[in-house]
């Protein structure tokens, strides 16, 4: 039953996500929100006053921190956005922008707001190395450089690298290292097959990354630079990285840059502004587990967040699970599956349909929103229907989403 004071998605939108040492390297990861959150409302005719929130997640901190702080702040001013606009930065890994839709959600819901905008961005290319201690510079002996990007995990204070608990946590829902790499290959396929559909095209899901040049015409990024010609057995000869059992870089999503911008409101606000909803969101959940868990914790979201809206995932048409790593997707469609060999294959079959971040590329700031809008549009050009998307954050955080398209 629809209600005015449903909150629907009205617009949504990303920028193509690049490669590690690509040409979009060096555009600070605040441009790259500046970019979306222009366009998330210039494509459905909405004033930057009309929006009264916007939520901004972001998660690589020593790249913002080159342009100091308060990232969503400085974005929503470069942007365009009134003074007055509220705006707040938040980190909750690889969930942040999810968590900044759901942010965006309770302020509607709690009546402070009609409209918001939930944004991820993050450029991993543009991480700095730092130099601890330098400010104190040393009287004698070595300057220490840290890359905040290596082992992906947290282990300064003790904790394992991700790709360690992923791996063994996947051998121990007997996710062998073969299925690992059979998932990326499918995740490289099923993205080359949409995108020769037209899924990728610009003016959906993606907007183009125009990069002025101090000579000549600028450089215009209109498609992801991650997906590629792979095979299970050029898969199969990759070393595990960061002692890993099962994680290699094909089986893992690359190092990337990219941002994208969701824009909704209550289903009132759309209808007296004359706009078609995207999607209605139907309940967000956040959710954490031990570390160690990371890979099941987009299974353990979907089935708390499919308890509360009071639906199953026989319901779901589609299921997006951030490819943090293959490990995930397979890990959490098995605890969904529930031991059922067969049902795990078929929701396989309708999880990641146009290939995930494996190939996509993975932004991490940025991550959740795609797969939020890869949802509605896929529900959309299905015929409607309920849909479910999850994605891992570090240390086993969760965020999930229900969206169901009329
Ligand atoms: C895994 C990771 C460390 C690999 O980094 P890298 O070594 O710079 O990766 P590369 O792209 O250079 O790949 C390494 C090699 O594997 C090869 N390779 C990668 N994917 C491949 C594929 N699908 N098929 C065949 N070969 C592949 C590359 O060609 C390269 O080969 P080369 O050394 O002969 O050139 C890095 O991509 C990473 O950190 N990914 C995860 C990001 C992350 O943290 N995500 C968040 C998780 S929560």
């Known amino acids: 039953m629809k209600s005015k004071n449903d909150i629907v998605m009205v617009s949504a939108v990303r920028t193509p996500f690049s490669k590690f040492e690509s040409v979009m390297k060096d555009i600070p990861s605040i441009d790259l929100g500046v970019m979306v959150m222009k366009e998330v409302i210039a ?31 400085q974005a929503s001013l470069l942007a365009g956005f009134p003074a007055e606009n509220i705006s707040l930065t938040m980190d909750r890994a690889c969930c942040s922008s999810l968590t900044a839709l759901r942010l965006g959600v309770l302020a509607i819901r709690a009546g402070e707001v009609e409209t918001a905008m939930s944004v991820g961005s993050d450029n991993m290319s543009r991480t700095p190395h730092m130099a601890p201690g330098l400010r104190w510079a040393k009287r ?14 947290y282990t300064a204070k003790g904790f394992r690298p991700l790709a360690v608990d992923a791996g063994e946590v996947a051998l121990e829902y007997a996710v062998t290292r073969e299925m690992q790499d059979a ?7 099923r993205y080359t097959k949409a995108d020769g559909e037209g899924k990728f095209k610009i003016g959906e899901e993606l907007m183009p990354v125009v990069i002025p040049q101090k000579k000549g015409e600028p450089i215009v990024v209109e498609k992801d630079e991650s997906p590629r010609r792979t095979s299970i057995e050029a898969l199969a000869k990759l070393k595990p990285v960061y002692g890993s059992p099962t994680v290699t870089p094909g089986n893992a999503p690359p190092l990337s840059a990219g941002s994208s911008a969701i824009l909704f409101m209550t289903r009132k606000k759309a209808e007296e502004r004359g706009l078609k909803p995207l999607a209605t969101i139907v309940a ?14 987009p299974g ?4 708390k967040i499919l308890a509360k809206a009071g639906l199953k995932i026989d319901d779901m048409k589609i299921i997006e699970i951030n490819e ?8 959490s ?10 049902k795990w294959k078929g929701l396989q079959d309708r999880t990641n349909v146009n290939g995930g971040a494996i190939a996509i590329g993975h932004p991490v700031g940025a ?10 549009y896929e529900l959309r050009r299905r015929g409607g229907g309920y849909g479910v998307a999850s994605i891992c954050g570090g240390l086993a955080q969760g965020e999930g989403v229900i969206l169901k398209v009329d």
């Open 43 to 73: 494509r459905v005719g909405v004033k930057p006053e009309e929006v009264e929130e916007i939520n901004y997640g972001t998660c690589v901190l020593p790249e913002v921190a080159l342009e100091l702080d308060v990232p969503a702040r």
């Open 140 to 153: 004698l002996g070595h300057i220490r450089l840290v890359d905040p990007l290596f082992e992906l995990g």
């Open 183 to 189: 998932w990326a290959a499918m995740s490289h396929e």
């Open 284 to 297: 967000t959940l956040p959710t954490a587990t031990a570390p160690r868990y990371i890979a099941s914790i």
């Open 300 to 303: 353990i979201t979907i089935q």
């Open 324 to 331: 943090a790593f293959a490990a995930m997707p397979l890990v």
């Open 333 to 342: 469609t098995k605890i969904l599956a529930d031991g059922d060999e067969k």
């Open 367 to 376: 991550s959740a929103g795609r797969i939020t809008m890869t949802l509605a």
